[in-house]
């Protein structure tokens, strides 16, 4: 009987090179596959909140808006129009709680540029030109529109025509494709606004109040 020892084959004991290549090439594979899925989902978070910010400041201005011209008059203590503003500003004088007498009053001023909102507020007393703080971000295109009771139009001054129905604010936001690129094109209805609100002026004309107003 031999008495040499048997070894087992080495084939069966240890990998190839071949099948070390090929595993750790697999390893690469799966660890790219991960990082791209992790990084992918951490741009969709981004996406999401940057579009609840974007979403908050426009519901903000919105309601901002509103709040204000539910208490503004046709002409502050002052003589300056109450309601004035354009396409893509408007200026408001709010009334406080004593009826907008020279006690108390604040002007406020939303105006749109470089695909942002802003608005300034002073008191009526205040001589002091106020810094404009961002109320709204991402916007690529707003439109300010005003209606007399019969028409609508892209500008308006309540000093010589009283206080407006209503005030439509309609908001174009970026990050919806091809609206990305600011246009200044503000009467141009290429597609419907992301956000639109029709205000109707508490204190406006009667004659106003009729079907399609």
């Excluded at 990082?35 to 999401?48: E, G, H, I, K």
């Excluded at 003589?79 to 200026?91: E, L, T």
């Excluded at 707003?142 to 500008?155: C, E, I, K, L, P």
Aim: glycine share 8%.
């Amino acid at each position: 009987m031999s008495t040499h020892p048997i070894y087992p084959g080495r084939g069966s004991a240890a990998f190839t090179l071949f099948e070390a290549i090929l595993a750790l090439a697999l390893l690469i594979v799966l660890s790219s596959l991960v990082f791209a899925f992790v990084a992918d989902l951490s741009r969709r978070r981004d996406q999401v909140i940057e579009a609840m910010t974007r979403d908050r400041g426009v519901e903000l201005l919105l309601d901002s808006v509103e709040s204000d011209l539910f208490a503004c008059a046709a002409v502050a203590p002052d003589g300056s129009p109450g309601v004035k503003g354009d396409a893509r500003s408007i200026s408001i004088f709010t009334r406080g709680v004593s009826g907008g007498t020279r006690s108390d009053g604040i002007h406020s001023r939303y105006a749109f540029a470089g695909g942002f909102i802003d608005v300034a507020r002073r008191d009526q007393h205040d001589p002091r030109t106020p810094r404009p703080e961002t109320i709204a971000e991402n916007v690529s295109r707003v439109r300010f529109r005003y209606y007399d009771g019969s028409s609508w139009s892209s500008s308006f001054s309540s000093d010589r025509r009283g206080l407006p129905v209503a005030v439509e604010v309609a908001i174009w936001t970026t990050g919806r494709g091809e609206r990305d690129v600011e246009d200044s094109t503000q009467d141009m209805e290429i597609d419907p606004p992301d956000r639109r609100r029709v205000i109707c002026i508490p204190d406006g004309p009667s004659a106003g109040w009729k079907e399609g107003a």
